[in-house]
Antibody, heavy 119, light 109 residues
């Protein structure tokens, strides 16, 4: 069965960086892209960007351009999301999710990784 | 890209039907056949309920259905059950990104 398992919770200081991992299993990793979505406490879902697991092409949300980098390691079927220059409003649960066949939706989600930014 | 507009809350009694709307623009909802809906219970990851406007993934109850007219998409839940109480989010593909709605809290009375 398809599974996305994310790395554990992180606590970071403002200005630091965080890198969240997302290990995929149960399907051919390079056949589906990965999107990253975050959710601030008590708030809605926010799309952060997408990476092709096939060729590494990326598309980032405009407001995160320059602070976010998404990568994949096809040898371990793992996707990564790095966010730099962290601010308090980056405190959120970060989800990875597999992009569905048509490209217009995500069909499987990771369990989420809580990133807390606090001095 | 602005978020899609959803009602903050809807409610219904067990057995009833409810509709959650999701309004965008011709650049997102109205321009593509890529509207999806997600259910999220507290403390859990979202779950895909509807994709490509009206398709149901395997395992999702046929009480859930989706549609679209112009710039507005809708999620209909029929035969409401207690377990349907959750937050629901719509999402649309755009030419350069993906955008979510603000979410709707469904209360089953």
């Amino acid at each position: 069965q398809v599974q996305l398992v994310q790395s554990g919770a992180e606590v970071k200081k403002p200005g630091a960086s965080v890198k969240v991992s997302c290990k995929a299993s149960g399907y051919t990793f390079t056949s589906y892209g990965i999107s990253w979505v975050r959710q601030a406490p008590g708030q809605g879902l926010e799309w952060m960007g997408w990476i092709s697991s096939y060729n590494g092409n990326t598309n980032y949300a405009q407001h995160l351009q320059g602070r976010v980098t998404m990568t994949t390691d096809t040898s371990t079927s793992t996707a990564y999301m790095e966010l730099r220059s962290l601010r308090s409003d980056d405190t959120a649960v970060y989800y990875c999710a597999r992009v569905g066949y048509s490209g217009g939706y995500v069909d499987y989600w990771g369990q989420g990784t809580l990133v807390t930014v606090s001095s | 890209q602005s978020a899609l507009t959803q009602p903050a809350s809807v409610s219904g009694s067990p057995g009833q039907s409810i509709i959650i709307s999701c309004t965008g623009t011709s650049s997102d909802v109205g321009g593509y056949k890529y509207v999806s809906w997600y259910q999220q219970h507290p403390g859990k990851a979202p779950k895909l309920m509807i994709y490509d406007v009206s398709n149901r993934p395997s395992g999702v109850s046929n009480r859930f259905s989706g549609s679209k007219s112009g710039n507005t998409a809708s999620l209909t839940i029929s035969g409401l059950q207690a377990e349907d109480e959750a937050d629901y989010y719509c999402s649309s593909y755009t030419s350069s990104s993906t955008v979510f709605g603000g979410g709707t809290k469904l209360t089953v009375l």
